[in-house]
Each structure stands twice: as structure tokens, then as C-alpha cells.
């Protein structure tokens, strides 16, 4: 009896075994998998450098594969050199609706020793297939010391954080080597925190905000091993200073949209009042669906009014957001471009009145790229042209539209060269997040932890953005082009990749533009100024040149869209502007040259 149940035991262990490896070399007659090609952060650096602590550089490999399920993960081994070896696994994704596979694997960079290396990856699957790559550069690890401090509103100006004194969120901290001349920047995070490990060596130390500093103004360090207490106090007034921010996306035609409306309030002191927004344009109205938590307090004709409590400088930037549902009609058409204005009060003691009311400007579409970039102003024309040293505030937005939570989203956006990265400042985010940002102009902002969840489940609740303002290197060549575009991860998702922004520098109302090679003959030679009267307008509009040459005569609306075009040979041109909505137009003159002037129509 006991031989014969082992037997059968033995006999059973047999046939699973069997049918064990006969489901294996099916599984493996029917996958593919390779890995293509690795690198540690971007593939354009030929060496990356980085400290032992370091823990913002990441590893990326692109790969192939068939035939896996979302069950199935597959073991990434990545061999330093020298018996250093780490080791991650990475599930596989399948697009909804299909069979096909995705694998994007990455891992972040920690506690590697001092070296130079070029890691070799190693992919593993559950069938037993292998591959190998090597990365494309190298990552030279070298002996570094941390800096560390805090930023803070320094209300009593002692250049001490007294207990009641506020921290200051996302202060830039940068260092420069004084010898390389490399820099390396870090933020302050909601407690006022910043902490960066930077390789030894002697660097001056500097921090960004809108703010003067009480103290230090800056400093020289000598980074050889760890250096705390690198406080800054900022000195930040203490009467309200409140103003507007809306974040939205476009109109559709008679399609409720929502806008998310908030207050900032840029003092130490809390404050509290109305958003008061008005939708004057005949093309858009209210749309009166609220869950009962947001109900406005006050609907009076086009005017939409909503409250605010307890707002200082230190709260706002973390999203705090209202939502506002507007509908557009059907006399709004596909490319149109719908403005309305946000006032914030109160206007009687606020320290800077002409910030309180901003008008903000959104398409007409019949769909959206959930995931995409905007560059604001919008600029003048179809060139979008902005004028030389005008600050751009970018705003990336992201909705998770997989089908499951996002647990971590990482936005990566490479600034041009032409922008001062020392002048980014942060204007507010969906949630909050970790920045990097190197001195290749790579902008990193990191949502650990964001349980971001799907459309499906939760559609309000699966969006996120983050928006920032950055200026202009100093006197930029006229005809520069300003291109951005960001780059957004959920997950081991592979990127998704935004609109490109697009801007170009000129002089706007002045008597000289030059202009890169390309343009029109019309728009060639020195240009001649022209006089613009009555301004502001309320009717006709005389165009007096200095001349009598065939000439274009183009009307741009604010947010750049051509809304009127004509000839003239004449010196004397009458314009009518009665088919302007009232508003501020630019008017563009080509002649045998070429210049811009503003227009404001009543």
C-alpha cells in the first residue's frame, strides 16, 4: 500500500513535470524578446556624472517582445563591473484592447561606488529566454559631499526661521563649480528642505525666487565632505498680494468643459475673498453642473462667483483648484480661440492691484491630446512671436487613460539653450512632486507615490499638471525660434510624447525687426515705422506710413489667431474694426519692411 502511493505520487510528479515542460516549450515556441538598446539617462551624453548617494539618474532600455501576458514579469540584471550587480523586475504591458506587448524598463541609479563604468543588461524571461546590451555611454561615479538647508519666509528679517515662519516650496538651489564652471540645481520641497549631493570640489551657491533675500545673498563653499545649515531667508511683505490662475484645456461646442480656477496669493499673510469669473464672450455661458462641495456662491448674469479662505504664498502653489464648467454654442467654430477674465478680490489693500484680473484664452476642438504642453502668451501671428526678454510660462498636463492607477508620473522636458534655467519659477501643480534639473537643461519632475487613477474609474480625478515660468537669456538675436516639448511616463510605460511649443523672439512696436532667412521678399529690407490712430479705437482706424508701396496690412487677436487681412497702396489706410470683438489686437504692417503695434478696440 505505501509502495503503491508513492508510486502514484512519483507517477503524478511525473506527468506535472511533463506537462509542466511541454506548456514551457509551447509558451517558448510562441514569445519573443529582445533588448535593443540601453542607456543611463540621455543617450546624447556620452558620459554621465554622478556621486555614490546619487539617486536622480535612471538607467533605460528599449526592448521587443511578443506572446506574454500582464501576469508575466520579466528580471532585469544589470552588471556594473568589478562584482557590482543589481537586479529589477519589470512587468509587461498589453495595450488595451490587444495582445500586443509593451516592456519598458528603468530603474534609478543608487549607491554605486567611485568608478567608470559602462553597465551591461541582462534580460531574463519567465520561458528562459535571454539578451544582453550594453549601455550607450558611460557613468562616472566620483567622490562627492551633500549640501543641505532650508528656504523660508523671513518675516521678521533676522535671517533666522523663527516657529511661525512659513517655509518656501520649490526655491531653485544651484551650485557652480568654479573651475568646470558645471552646474547642478536642486528645489526646496513643502517643508522648505533642500538637500543635493554635488562632486568635491569649490562651487559658488546661489537660490532663485521671486523674492529678495534677507540672508545669505550667496556664497563660496568648498565641497569636500558634508556641509548643513545652508539656510536662506527670503524676505516676502506681508500685505496681500493675491491674483489668478486657471488651468483648462479647450472649448467644445455645446459640450460642458470644466477649468480649474484658483487664487495665489504671493505675501505671508493669509487671505481670503471671491474668483470672480466673467464670460462676456456671447460664444460661451455657464454651465451649472457642481457636485454640492463646489457650488458656486453666486451666479449674476455672465459673472460666476466663487470663494476662497485662508490662501498665503506658502499654500497656493500646491493645487487648491475650483472647478468651472463652461459650455460653448454653436456659433463657436473648430479653430476659434474663447477668452474670459478672472478677477480676484480683494482689490482694496492688495500691494499690486494690476495683477488681480488676467484674461486667459482657450481653442475651440472637437477633441484634445489629454497629455500636452502649452506655452503661454501664445504670441503674435503664426510665427507666434513674443517679444525679446518676455518671460513664457509653460504648463504640461497629463490624465492617466490606461486602464489601471498610475502609482508614479514622471515628466521630463529639455529646455532650449537660449532659456535661463536659474529663472525657473514654479506656479503651481495638480500634486506634489519631487525636480531635477541638470545643467543640460533637463527638467525632471517626479510624482512618487501620485495614485494617479484611470479615466475610466475616476475622470476629474485622473488628471494632473504641473506650470512653471522661465525667462529669456538676455538679448537673444531677433528670429530666434524657442521650440519645447515634454516627455511623460506613468509607470514602466514607455513615454509619451506632447505637442511642441513654439515661439520666436522679435521686436514688437519698435522701428527694427531682423528676421532670420526665409521670409518673404515682403518682409525683407529696413523697416519703416508707422503711426496707428485713434488707439484705443472704436471704429475706423487710420494706418499712416511713410509710404505708398503695395503693402499687407494683418490683425492679429491676443491669443495670436488672424482675425483680419488687407492691401493697401495707399499712405492713408482706413480700417474698420467693426467686426473686432473689443479687445487687444496687434497690428502687423509688411511693406518693404516689417513692424508690430498693438491695438486695443473698444
Same mark, same amino acid.
Do not use: C, W
Given at each position: 500500500m505505501n509502495l503503491k502511493t508513492t508510486n502514484m505520487k512519483n507517477l503524478a510528479k511525473i506527468l506535472f513535470l511533463g506537462v509542466f515542460i511541454l506548456s514551457f516549450n509551447a509558451l517558448s515556441s510562441q514569445t519573443t524578446f529582445s533588448l535593443d538598446a540601453a542607456s543611463i539617462d540621455s543617450a546624447g551624453n556620452l558620459t554621465v556624472i554622478g556621486c555614490p548617494q546619487d539617486d536622480h539618474h535612471y538607467w533605460k532600455i528599449t526592448s521587443k517582445l511578443s506572446g506574454y501576458t500582464r501576469s508575466d514579469s520579466i528580471l532585469i540584471v544589470v552588471n556594473w563591473g568589478g562584482g557590482i550587480v543589481d537586479s529589477v523586475y519589470n512587468p509587461v504591458y498589453l495595450n488595451v484592447g490587444?495582445?500586443?506587448?509593451?516592456?519598458?524598463?528603468?530603474?534609478?541609479?543608487?549607491?554605486?561606488?567611485?568608478?567608470?563604468?559602462?553597465?551591461?543588461f541582462i534580460g531574463v524571461t519567465p520561458d528562459g529566454k535571454r539578451d544582453t546590451v550594453f549601455s550607450q555611454n558611460r557613468y562616472i561615479v566620483k567622490s562627492c559631499g551633500n549640501i543641505s538647508g532650508n528656504v523660508f519666509l523671513d518675516v521678521t528679517v533676522n535671517c533666522k526661521r523663527d516657529p511661525r515662519e512659513k517655509p518656501y516650496y520649490t526655491a531653485i538651489v544651484e551650485l557652480e563649480n568654479r573651475i568646470s564652471k558645471s552646474k547642478f540645481y536642486t528645489h526646496s520641497d513643502t517643508s522648505g528642505n533642500y538637500s543635493m549631493h554635488v562632486p568635491a570640489g569649490n562651487y559658488d551657491i546661489t537660490v532663485s525666487t521671486p523674492f529678495s533675500k534677507t540672508c545669505p545673498k550667496g556664497g563660496h563653499l568648498n565641497v569636500s565632505s558634508n556641509s548643513t545649515g545652508i539656510d536662506f531667508g527670503l524676505e516676502v511683505s506681508s500685505v496681500k498680494d493675491v491674483l489668478p490662475s486657471v488651468f483648462g484645456r479647450s472649448f467644445r461646442p455645446m459640450t460642458p468643459r470644466g477649468f480649474g480656477v484658483s487664487a495665489r496669493n504671493l505675501s505671508s499673510s493669509s487671505a481670503s475673498g471671491e474668483i470672480k469669473i466673467i464670460l462676456s464672450d456671447p460664444r460661451i455661458a455657464h454651465a451649472a453642473t457642481y457636485p454640492l462641495w463646489t457650488q458656486p456662491i453666486r451666479v449674476v448674469g455672465d459673472t460666476v462667483v466663487f470663494s476662497y479662505s485662508n490662501i498665503s504664498y506658502a499654500n497656493s502653489l500646491i493645487y487648491n483648484s475650483i472647478p468651472l464648467y463652461v459650455q460653448a454654442n454653436l456659433n463657436a467654430k473648430i479653430g476659434d480661440t474663447i477668452c474670459f477674465d478672472v478677477e480676484v478680490t480683494p482689490i482694496i489693500g492688495d500691494a499690486d492691484t494690476t495683477n488681480n484680473r488676467k484674461t486667459y484664452c482657450f481653442p475651440v476642438s472637437n477633441s484634445y491630446d489629454p497629455n500636452d504642453k502649452q506655452g503661454l502668451p501664445f504670441g503674435i501671428g503664426p510665427d507666434n512671436i513674443i517679444d525679446r526678454g518676455q518671460d513664457i510660462e509653460y504648463k504640461i498636463r497629463f490624465q492617466n487613460t490606461g486602464n489601471d492607477t498610475a502609482y508614479k508620473v514622471v515628466l521630463v522636458d529639455t529646455l532650449q539653450e537660449e532659456m535661463d534655467i536659474s529663472s525657473i519659477q514654479i506656479l503651481g501643480?495638480?500634486?506634489?512632486?519631487?525636480? *531635477?534639473?541638470?545643467? !543640460?537643461?533637463?527638467?525632471?519632475?517626479?510624482? %512618487?507615490?501620485?495614485?494617479?487613477?484611470?479615466?475610466?474609474? +475616476? &475622470?476629474?480625478?485622473?488628471?494632473?499638471?504641473?506650470?512653471?515660468?522661465? *525667462?529669456?537669456?538676455? !538679448?537673444?538675436?531677433?528670429?530666434?525660434?524657442? %521650440?519645447?516639448?515634454?516627455?511623460?511616463?506613468?509607470?514602466? +510605460? &514607455?513615454?509619451?510624447?506632447?505637442?511642441?511649443?513654439?515661439?520666436?523672439?522679435?521686436?514688437?512696436?519698435g522701428n527694427e525687426v531682423e528676421e532670420p532667412d526665409g521670409i518673404d521678399a515682403l518682409s525683407q529690407g529696413t523697416v519703416r515705422s508707422f503711426k496707428l490712430f485713434p488707439n484705443p479705437a472704436h471704429g475706423n482706424v487710420t494706418i499712416e506710413r511713410a509710404n505708398d508701396e503695395l503693402g499687407i496690412i494683418r490683425v492679429y487677436d491676443i491669443s495670436g489667431k488672424l482675425a483680419l487681412t488687407m492691401n493697401t497702396d495707399q499712405t492713408k489706410t482706413q480700417m474698420s474694426t467693426k467686426e473686432l470683438n473689443p479687445g487687444i489686437y496687434f497690428v502687423e504692417v509688411l511693406d518693404s519692411g516689417r513692424e508690430i503695434q498693438k491695438l486695443i478696440v473698444q
Open positions: 490587444s495582445s500586443i506587448n509593451q516592456f519598458y524598463p528603468y530603474g534609478r541609479i543608487q549607491n554605486i561606488p567611485i568608478g567608470n563604468y559602462r553597465p551591461q501643480s495638480s500634486h506634489e512632486f519631487d525636480m *531635477s534639473l541638470d545643467d !543640460n537643461s533637463v527638467l525632471k519632475f517626479t510624482f %512618487n507615490d501620485i495614485n494617479l487613477v484611470d479615466s475610466a474609474t +475616476n &475622470e476629474p480625478e485622473s488628471n494632473g499638471f504641473v506650470s512653471f515660468k522661465i *525667462s529669456q537669456k538676455p !538679448n537673444l538675436a531677433y528670429g530666434t525660434n524657442i %521650440n519645447n516639448t515634454a516627455y511623460i511616463y506613468f509607470d514602466y +510605460n &514607455e513615454a509619451i510624447i506632447t505637442n511642441t511649443t513654439h515661439h520666436r523672439v522679435d521686436k514688437i512696436g
